[in-house]
Structure formats: C-alpha cells, structure tokens
DNA sequence: AACCAGGCTGCGC
DNA sequence: GCGCAGCATGGT
C-alpha cells in the first residue's frame, strides 16, 4: 500500500476528527442560536457541545463536537466510521456551521449601517447554521408555516419521534428525520392525532412522494443553472411558495438571493430596527436588501438571531 | 379571549 | 399578474 498513511490511521482509529476553525467564527454563538429557547429533537447541546445523530453509511452514526483551543473537536460516540466517512462527516460539520465563509466583507457592510452596526460585536462569530438534507429542510419549513415556532417544533417532534430512526446513548435519545419512504406511506390520517392540520399533512406527505419517486433531490437543484429555476423547481409542488423555496434554498444550498419574503420574524426585525414601519413597504424592504448583496439571506439569518430574548443575549 | 404565528391555495378580477 | 378570503390549530 504506497498511500499508506499513519495519522490517518491514527485519527481513524481513535474516532477523533479535528477541525480548525475559521477566522470570524465562534462556536459558543452557533450553539446559542441553536439552542435559543426552542425545543430541537434533532441534536442535543449541553456544556458546550453538540452532540447528533446522522446517516452516512447504513448504520447511523451519533456524534459529539466541542471546541479546544483553535479547532473543534469531533468525538464518535456510537457507530463506526469507514475511511471514506472520516471527511464526509468532516465537510457535513463544515456545512453545518458554514464554515467555509468568510464574514470579513460581511461585517464590512454591517458597520456602514447605523441600525445593524451592533452586529458584528454582539453577535460576533455567529454563522448561518445550515440544514444539509433538502427533504428536512423542506418539511421543517412546511411545518413552519403560519403558526409559531413553539408550537411547530412540537410537531416535528411529534413527527420524527413516531417514523425517525432512534438510538440511546448515555440515557438520552437520538433521531435521525425520517426519511422520504417512511412519510411517502403514510395517510393524511396518520398526522391528524398529531395535530397536523388537513393541509400541512397532505404537503408533507406529496412532498416525500416526490423525494421517495426520485421527482426532487438536492442533486437535481444543484444541476440547474439559476437561481429562478431551482425556485420554480421547488414551488412547483403543491404547499411549497416562495418562502417555503426560499427558506429551503437558504438553509440547504445556503443562497444569498435566497430572501425568505413575507416572514413574519423578518419583517418584525425590519420594524424594530425602524428600517420599515409598515409591513407592506415591500418596495422599502427590497432597496434595504440591495445594499446587502451576497449577504442577503445572512443578514435575514442575524435579523433572526436579533429576536430571541434580550435574556439570552450575551454581553 | 382576542389576536397572532418563521404561509399556501384557489378564486375573482 | 394581483389582491384577498379562507384555512387550521396551538400560544400568549
């Protein structure tokens, strides 16, 4: 074996994978976000880490990461790696906390602006958490839509605790979102006890038909050439429109363009921020877009980040 | 107890 | 193409 490599084995079979973070990136601010106050069945944080079950092979595979000095360390806890898997759970972190971006410019524009000028050092580091798997984007946003938060995180709960994949470690549960096939044989029925209104039970379940029948993947998005097309490829189902797209579009391929119009925590921050005063100044809003371009969809992701509860903003 | 919530569809113009 | 009613259901 000519490519015999001995720290790769080391790493390997330690199951530990390091990752150096970028500069502009704060891990303790990624972690707050995701755990803001809300009630996420898909992850765990507690002292400081993340820990979260994904599939990449055909056994799942639960990991844990923590911060140490200047990488993140990542701790296999349950489940085994391939040699192939060690740098796709590796980029899965990356995109996770897209860490690939540089915020410099970003902040850049942040500072020029009189009632966002606060950002860069109040929310310092903070970078716009992704969800990589374009089917969960889709039905978290499909849940999401028109009722609060609170509320649809219960119903995703409910969701993945019924059909996602479970496993136990350390006296605590893990699920993995469930996948197209198991939400693509299900009837409207099934989701009504769980408080599915009529509606949002038959978009979810159209939707992971059309995931499960190969009609939509992330791949197939990634192939079109522009941004319209791949907008016009997701509302094209039925319970999909342009915020649901868009919210998708932001969160799995991480589009800058991708401005989830009309969403209502968006156009609460616009008006504490006093950049709108009436909900209806579209025309207002998309000028103050213009002046953000490239960034768009990170500063939606930081106009959100500005809402949660002045209790949980750090000093 | 009214009003709101990280909207969408279908209809009438 | 644009505006708007109707929807469905828990939170505050």
């Not at 796709?88 to 009632?115: A, C, N, S, V």
Request: aromatic fraction near 12%; charge should be positive; include cysteine.
């Amino acid at each position: 074996m000519n490519n015999y490599s001995p720290l790769r084995t080391f790493v390997f079979m330690c199951a530990m994978i390091q990752i150096v973070k970028p500069a502009i990136f704060s891990f303790r601010e990624c972690l707050w976000f995701l755990d803001r106050g809300y009630d996420d069945c898909l992850f765990r944080i507690s002292d400081g880490t993340v820990t979260k079950l994904i599939q990449l092979g055909t056994e799942p595979v639960l990991f844990r990461i923590r911060e140490a000095g200047d990488h993140l360390q990542v701790e296999i806890l349950k489940g085994k790696l391939s040699e192939e898997q060690v740098p796709q759970l590796r980029d899965y972190i990356i995109e996770w906390f897209d860490m690939h971006q540089d915020l410099g410019p970003f902040y850049t524009l942040l500072q020029k602006d009189k009632m966002l000028q606060y950002m860069p050092k109040d929310f310092e580091g903070l970078r716009l958490i992704s969800i990589a798997d374009l089917f969960e984007a889709l039905c978290w946003s499909i849940i999401g839509q028109q009722i609060n938060l609170t509320f649809a995180y219960k119903l995703k709960r409910r969701l993945v605790e019924a059909y996602g994949t479970a496993i136990e470690h350390d006296g605590h549960v893990y699920h993995l979102f469930p996948s197209p096939h198991i939400l693509a044989s299900l009837s409207v029925e099934d989701l009504r006890p769980m408080q599915y209104s009529q509606s949002k039970a038959k978009y979810l379940i159209g939707i992971a038909q059309a995931f499960a029948s190969n009609q939509l993947n992330k791949e197939m998005l990634l192939a079109l050439p522009d941004f319209h097309s791949k907008q016009q490829a997701l509302t094209a189902h039925k319970g999909i429109g342009i915020w649901t797209a868009n919210y998708a579009l932001m969160k799995t391929l991480r589009l800058a363009e991708a401005i989830p119009y009309g969403d209502v925590g968006l156009l609460k921050a616009l008006e504490t921020h006093n950049i709108i005063k009436e909900r209806t100044e579209s025309e207002k809003i998309n000028r103050f877009f213009k002046k953000y371009k490239g960034w768009e969809t990170y500063l939606v992701f930081y106009l959100w980040r500005s809402l949660a509860a002045p209790a949980f903003h750090k000093k």
